[in-house]
């Protein structure tokens, strides 16, 4: 059973362009987290998804972000028009109902 | 507002010699204390769930600890292979869903064994 997979694992965008971060599930599991870690900061929660559901965005950026889970296919963490300030380490996670969830190994955007 | 703070910010030991890592946390009504394990360019790996005051979980040299205001990360005789960042994170009774995703994490402790 392969783990949370996340692509790309580096990912380099000038700012202005947008920046489309993927994350496949374990399988089995129907729920989808995604979390930012800014450079010198801890994991920070923002936004939890289901099968074509948002649960809850409650960490999510007012601006600029989006994420989908579509019925096929993997989880999209969108940013649009990129800032220096979005250069962090992204993660998702993933979870079955009512067990902890299980991490991706990240994809670690660059504004330059 | 949900916080989690752990202490120390860094530990250094000796390999053998055995320590603990605190995490404190004021949450609305806890709903699970989890620990993670990360490695330097990695994902969190799962630890530990606990989920009320007096519970104890163990796997091979760690044991996790919980009481109503806090948690101990006990490592006993630690290896070099156990350095590592460690985190805890919170789930809150207000986290909604059916799931265990949405946490508040604290921002770590990084242990380093020397050989």
């Known amino acids: 059973n392969a783990g949370v997979m996340q692509n790309p694992r580096h990912l380099v965008r000038r700012r202005g362009q947008e920046a489309r971060l993927r994350c496949s599930p374990m399988?089995?599991?129907?729920?989808v987290y995604w979390y930012r870690q800014l450079p010198e900061e801890g994991l920070k929660f923002m936004v939890y998804?289901?099968?074509?559901?948002?649960?809850?965005e409650s960490g999510m950026p007012k601006e600029r972000f989006s994420a989908e889970f579509p019925k096929e296919g993997p989880s999209i963490l969108r940013i649009q028009q990129v800032v220096r300030g979005d250069s962090a380490a992204y993660f998702c996670?993933?979870?079955?109902?009512?067990?902890?969830?299980?991490f991706g190994q990240g994809t670690r955007l660059t504004v330059v | 507002e949900d916080q989690v703070t752990q202490s120390p910010e860094a530990l250094r030991l000796q390999e053998g010699e055995s320590s603990s890592l605190n995490c404190s946390y004021t949450?609305?009504?806890?709903?699970?204390l989890f620990w993670y394990r990360q490695d330097p360019g990695k994902g969190p790996e799962f630890l530990f769930t606990?989920?009320?005051a007096g519970e104890e979980k163990e796997k091979e040299r760690l044991k996790a600890t919980l009481t109503k205001k806090e948690s101990f990360l006990h490592i006993t005789a630690p290896k070099p292979e156990d350095s590592a960042t460690y985190l805890c994170?919170?789930?809150?009774?207000?986290?909604?869903?059916?799931?265990?995703?949405?946490?508040?994490f604290g921002q770590g402790t990084i242990l380093t064994v020397h050989p």
């Open positions: 996670a993933s979870s079955p109902v009512a067990t902890e969830a299980f």
């Open positions: 399988k089995g599991h129907s729920h």
């Open positions: 998804l289901q099968k074509e559901n948002i649960i809850d």
């Open positions: 949450v609305s009504g806890l709903r699970g």
């Open positions: 606990l989920y009320s």
């Open positions: 994170a919170a789930r809150p009774a207000n986290a909604g869903g059916t799931s265990y995703g949405k946490l508040t």
